[in-house]
């Protein structure tokens, strides 16, 4: 509760903060304005990444055998003789930003990052990831966020329309996209499927012991069912549904390997041992976390019997020192474009309880993902 007591407190720390402020040294000024510098020009990094993609320098390199010179990329790319120059910028700011390596020699090669890249090249089966940069730079972004300060100055009535949704009157995977830019939505939704699908490979080689014992697990928005078929593939025994809207069930081909099921998670999940939820949660409010998972608490067993639910998600550091950029540039993405939100362990741990869970475990954290446990 905001008090009389707090207001005082909150002014004394103010007056505090400002007395120990003091002018900055020449040598901070100089840092400063680099700093300020950096923070205003990182965008032109995104936009040379997109770049790369869109020339195809990713997988010219991997076809030139894994190494390319300037000329090589230039003649592999056909592109004009004038523009070596300006494409040597491009790939030197790649390379500073670990998206691709390069020697003394001018000698460019692939990274892990833009391996991911290449056409044509698959990680266990999974969608490449090309979708997912040129997704989150197209102008679509790009315009809510230059938007934020309008949203933020905008009184609108509850519930409060994503920062996406106020520039553009249309929500991402969302009919009104599909009205609005038809390609776009179909890229948005390329870029999902990358997002998704992206590490379970790393899950089920790592964490196996998540899924001993199972007999049966419903994947909800599994989408094409990727991550399903990697999971059968590991584990056969497994009976998997895949629980999806409608519009993304129908155009997937029957594969005779996981079971199908249109519908809506906020009404009905279809029943097993396990309900998997991964990288779905974060897209949600708390409040519409809270009925996501009270439906599959209904689908499962109870924990005796081998009941539980799965989340593999973000789960952010629990302070400034331990909080990662990406975690929260992940955030603001689901901020601009979302009602959801990333959470640190003690928010995902308030969510479990109030929908009547009793009890969670981490399993493994993989980069700033979390693999979670939640029981009856």
């Excluded at 990274?111 to 979708?131: C, F, K």
């Excluded at 009535?157 to 830019?181: I, N, R």
């Excluded at 895949?242 to 155009?251: E, R, S």
């Excluded at 109870?302 to 929260?328: F, H, N, Q």
Aim: hydrophobic fraction near 40%; charge should be negative; include cysteine.
């Amino acid at each position: 509760m905001y008090t009389h007591y707090t207001a005082l407190r909150l002014e004394s720390d103010r007056a505090r903060m400002a007395a120990h402020m003091t002018v900055p040294s020449d040598a901070q000024l100089i840092k400063a304005q680099a700093d300020l510098q950096r923070h205003s020009l990182t965008y032109l990094t995104s936009m040379s990444l997109r770049c790369a993609i869109e020339l195809g320098i990713p997988t010219a390199i991997h076809r030139l055998g894994g190494t390319a010179s300037l000329p090589d990329l230039m003649a592999a790319l056909s592109l004009p003789p004038p523009k070596e120059p300006f494409l040597s910028r491009v790939l030197r700011l790649l390379a500073k930003s670990d998206a691709l390596a390069c020697t003394e020699a001018g000698i460019y090669s692939l990274t892990p990052l833009s391996y991911i890249l290449v056409d044509g090249v698959l990680i266990d089966g999974e969608a490449r990831q090309t979708a997912f940069p040129l997704a989150v730079t197209s102008r679509y972004h790009m315009e809510s966020g230059l938007g934020l300060a309008d949203w933020f100055k905008n009184d609108r009535a509850l519930p409060v329309p994503s920062p996406f949704e106020h520039v553009h009157a249309a929500a991402p995977f969302d009919e009104s996209m599909t009205l609005l830019d038809h390609e776009t939505d179909k890229l948005f939704y390329e870029a999902l499927a990358a997002h998704d699908h992206m590490g379970i490979g790393t899950v089920v080689r790592e964490c196996r012991g998540l899924f001993n014992g199972l007999e049966s697990l419903t994947d909800c928005c599994g989408g094409d069912g990727t991550t399903a078929r990697a999971i059968v593939k590991a584990y056969p025994h497994i009976k998997c549904n895949v629980l999806d809207l409608p519009q993304v069930i129908d155009k997937v081909p029957s594969d005779g390997v996981v079971n199908y099921v249109a519908g809506d998670l906020f009404h009905t999940v279809p029943p097993a041992q396990a309900v998997m939820l991964k990288l779905v949660l974060h897209f949600w409010s708390d409040e519409d976390c809270i009925k996501i998972l009270a439906q599959c608490k209904k689908a499962i067993p109870s924990r005796e019997m081998g009941g539980k639910v799965i989340i593999i998600d973000i789960v952010l550091g629990s302070s400034l020192e331990t909080i990662t950029e990406t975690e929260l540039l992940m955030d603001m993405l689901m901020f601009i474009c979302t009602r959801g939100r990333q959470r640190d362990e003690k928010e995902w741990s308030t969510i479990f309880t109030k929908a009547g869970f009793s009890d969670y475990k981490i399993v493994k954290k993989l980069g700033h993902r979390g693999v979670i446990e939640v029981y009856p």
